[in-house]
């Protein structure tokens, strides 16, 4: 081959690039990644072939990663099942006591219905909760006062006087027949509706 005459400069330019690219064809890692670089820019050279070789330390180093990663996510998932069981039976026992409280406080099998199907519709955990609201929108019937002109049965209070029969019965201790036939037969006639009670 004949001789060709360069400068001292690009002498040394080209020595310190066959120098930089000598240490990188020595280290294992930057010679891949050389390898990779040439077979980018000219697939056909001999280097490029080595870009596609698998060192057999870095396809244990893979299989170990992707074993390691397979573990780590199966004790994952048990972890989460298992915290998700937990959290359902704590669902479930906190769901038995409440229902065992309702029906401690006397609530019918329709009530308990009514407030279960209160929690599926409205997303609530916890049976008092619903209870509570269902109380809320569906109050109990309020007494129904006596309309007739009986009043309350209130017998320690004294008879008003306009009741002289009764405040006579309760002074002779019910021992008058005849006040006691009297008033007897004044109910019939009222229960009847013959004549209205004085």
């Known amino acids: 081959m004949p001789a060709v005459e360069i400068d001292e400069a690009e002498l040394a330019r080209l020595r310190s690039v066959e120098t930089r690219v000598g240490a990188l064809l020595k280290n294992p890692g930057a010679r891949k990644k050389l390898a990779a670089a040439v077979k980018d820019v000219n697939p056909k050279d001999p280097l490029a072939a080595e870009a596609d070789v ?3 330390i870095d396809k244990k180093f893979a299989d170990l990663e992707a074993q390691l990663a397979a573990e780590r996510k199966a004790r994952e998932d048990a ?23 309702l029906r401690a406080e006397k609530w019918t099998d329709a009530g308990i219905a009514a407030v279960e199907k209160l929690m599926e519709e409205k997303g609530i955990l916890d049976p008092l ?15 129904i006062a006596p309309t007739s002109g009986s009043g309350g049965w209130n017998f320690m209070a004294p008879p008003a006087e306009e009741q002289g029969d009764l405040k006579s019965l309760i002074e002779t201790k019910g021992e008058s027949i005849p006040l006691v036939d009297k008033m007897a037969w ?5 229960v009847r509706g013959a004549s209205p009670r004085r």
């Open 54 to 56: 698998v060192d057999p």
């Open 79 to 101: 972890e989460a099942e298992r915290d998700k069981k937990a959290t359902l039976a704590q669902l479930h026992d906190q769901r038995s006591r409440g229902i065992a409280a």
């Open 129 to 143: 909760d619903a209870a509570a609201i269902y109380e809320r929108n569906h109050p109990p019937p309020t007494p």
């Open 186 to 190: 004044d109910a019939i006639q009222e």
